[in-house]
């Protein structure tokens, strides 16, 4: 940007992109939280005018103009007068030659590269869209945001707005999207008058009473959790009837619900046969657009709501859809806090790999037609493939023109594909007996085919168990939930023999879980002794000067007074902004490239001061000035002047 005039308008973040920016730095800003679509387009097209409507998406939308910088302990936009690019990548003549190209795979390749390319936050462009011209008839349009300034509502509504602005150039007629009344800047601005007025304190005390005492959902995974998740991931399609739909609508309409109601009690049934647990937490979503000057507005909207539901044996699916109903009314009517007030207020400790308050997202989306075709052009809409996720498992169901469709993300680093799609059908049994048979008892219900193994797949650790003892070689084994029903491969259950293939099944009291491959594997005993709590180490005041003055600034930042050495951050109040900004002070005061991962390995005074001393070893004194924030510091400066 050197060289020439740039104007900026600088103003507070919103707490989605206050978080946003968080989990960017605690994912090492890669390309994890970006959002991406694919348009194939057919036709004559016409590049210069594409241009010409991506720079007028641009210049209608701040936020497509906005990147971010950290100012005196706050996180701050900063709106350009940026307009990126439209980046052209010619294939004809190579897809033109004798050589055999796999194109599809080409271009598949080139999509997954341009979404998980990573963003800088601290300088524009946060939008990237890449022309792959295939034939003179046939090329593709990748669109590629950060979710910092754009969720799924956003980049659809960009496409939309692409759509009608292309046909406008292209033609020569009158461009036809009508005047924004609001900027997403104009959002931020509304949460921070809700906040000095009080309005997230009523909310707040709401929350917190909803989620007191709240329990981890303990649903058994393949690995044990790595301290530190690469959000490495993939998708499973689970089928859904349109039949059974509309049976669920109909009870819904009896009951005072939704479909999204019916769909998450019948998950909530397979996470308590799973976990053995009737404390049930999942995240929801909501667009965060309940005002209606927003809903034409490209930005990070979308928040997030706990979903905490409790289903016991002797409840019927009606009872629990009836539970679910009340938990998502009560949620949705308190939807207006931010989620980030609420992961700020609950306090506690906070892990690198896991999520506050909740590991496990369920949600419905509503997809607008994917046809966004104009006159000489057909354009038609995808999502790009992605393999990442950002939660343990995502439940996703997707409605486009009243056909239902669901996903389950899930984290590659805890599950195998065969133990989630066993997840996957244990939902849709639940839910075919939601909508056919309401009243039944969730006890008895069977989530699971049986499946029988043969002694060969016992392991090792357990060939010893008098119960396994002297097994004959046509032994079946059965495993089964504590209701006498086949569990689910996955979950845990009891061991069950039979001696001969037609002899009664006798339990072992043996508690396995077996794979979706087959595979069976000992299960932690229930009275097993837990570990000894480590004692809390001692206050001790900070040694060195380094500690000394990491202490001063936690106190600076929290409020308080008397940091010792070995006190958590998390624990002494503060929150996801605040260690951006004591991580963003140490980056520049030290020169020492200390991650949050790394902080949060050890969020103490003590731990801090060691990680500073170990990233000083591999990196020299000094950091780099942001170009664009000491070109705002420079504008702020002439203003003060004027």
């Known amino acids: 940007m050197t060289g020439r005039t740039v104007s900026a308008l600088v103003s507070d973040a919103s707490y989605a992109q206050a978080r946003m920016y968080f989990l960017d730095e605690l994912a090492h800003r890669t390309g994890v939280f970006t959002v991406a679509r694919v348009l194939d387009l057919t036709g004559d097209l016409d590049p210069v005018a594409l241009d010409a409507a991506v720079r007028g998406c641009v210049r209608r939308h701040e936020s497509l103009r906005t990147c971010f910088r950290v100012h005196e302990g706050q996180l701050q936009q900063i709106v350009t007068d940026h307009e990126p690019e439209l980046r052209i990548v010619d294939l004809r003549n190579l897809l033109g030659r004798d050589a055999p190209v796999d194109e599809q795979e080409l271009v598949a390749d080139l999509a997954r590269q341009e979404a998980a390319e990573p963003f800088d936050l601290r300088r524009v462009p946060l939008l990237r869209t890449t022309l792959i011209r295939l034939t003179d008839q046939r090329a593709v349009l990748l669109v590629t945001l950060h979710h910092i300034v754009a969720d799924a509502w956003s980049l659809d509504l960009l496409l939309r707005e692409l759509s009608s602005l292309y046909r406008a150039h292209a033609t020569g007629t009158p461009e036809e999207l009508p005047e924004l009344p609001l900027q997403y800047a104009d959002f931020a601005a509304w949460q921070q008058r809700a906040e000095a007025t009080g309005t997230h304190d009523r909310l707040l005390a709401h929350w917190r009473e909803r989620i007191r005492d709240l329990p981890e959902l303990p649903l058994p995974t393949d690995r044990p959790r790595p301290e530190q998740l690469s959000y490495q991931g993939r998708e499973l399609s689970v089928p859904l009837d349109d039949r059974l739909a509309g049976r669920l609508s109909a009870l819904c309409r009896e009951e005072g619900a939704s479909l999204f109601m019916a769909l998450l009690a019948g998950f909530y049934v397979a996470l308590h046969r799973y976990s053995g647990q009737a404390d049930l937490t999942v995240g929801g979503t909501t667009s965060g657009r309940a005002r209606p000057e927003t809903q034409n507005v490209i930005g990070s909207f979308v928040n997030m709501v706990v979903l905490r539901t409790t289903v016991r044996d002797d409840h019927t699916l009606r009872d629990v859809l009836r539970a679910t109903a009340e938990t998502c009314h009560d949620a949705y009517d308190h939807q207006e806090l931010p989620f980030e007030r609420l992961v700020a207020a609950h306090g506690g400790s906070r892990r690198a790999n896991r999520n506050p308050l909740f590991q496990i997202v369920f ?280």
Not at 442 to 455: G, Q
Not at 482 to 490: E, K, Q, T
Not at 607 to 622: C, E, K, Q, W
Request: hydrophobic share 40%; proline share 9%.
């Open 363 to 642: 949600q419905m989306i509503a997809e607008q037609d994917d046809d966004l075709s104009v006159p000489g052009l057909r354009i038609r809409m995808r999502e790009a493939a992605t393999s990442v996720t950002t939660f343990d498992l995502v439940c996703t169901v997707t409605n486009r023109a009243g056909r239902l469709s669901a996903a389950l993300d899930y984290a590659t680093e805890l599950w195998d594909q065969d133990t989630v799609a066993a997840l996957g059908h244990a939902w849709q049994r639940a839910l075919r007996d939601l909508a056919d048979r309401p009243d039944r008892a969730l006890r008895d219900i069977p989530l699971a085919e049986e499946r029988p193994y043969t002694p060969d797949v016992l392991p090792d650790g357990l060939r010893g168990e008098a119960a396994l003892a002297q097994l004959p070689a046509d032994a079946v084994l059965t495993v089964r939930d504590p209701y006498g029903h086949p569990a689910p491969p996955g979950a845990v259950g009891e061991l069950f023999r039979r001696d001969t293939p037609d002899g009664p099944a006798r339990p072992t009291g043996v508690a396995v879980r077996s794979g979706g491959d087959g595979r069976l594997t000992a299960a932690p005993s229930p009275d097993a002794v837990p570990a000894p709590v480590p004692e809390p180490p001692d206050n001790s005041a900070p040694v060195g000067p380094i500690e000394r003055e990491l202490a001063a600034l936690w106190e600076e930042l929290l409020g308080c007074t008397g940091i010792g050495r070995h006190d958590n951050f998390f624990q002494c109040g503060g929150h996801s902004l605040l260690a951006t900004v004591l991580i963003t002070h140490v980056q520049e005061r030290y020169g020492a490239d200390v991650t949050l991962e790394a902080f949060f390995r050890q969020p103490t005074p003590a731990g801090l001061g060691d990680a500073i001393a170990a990233a000083s070893d591999t990196a020299g004194a000094g950091a780099e000035v942001d170009e664009l924030s000491a070109l705002v510091d420079a504008l702020e400066r002439q203003g003060d002047h004027a």
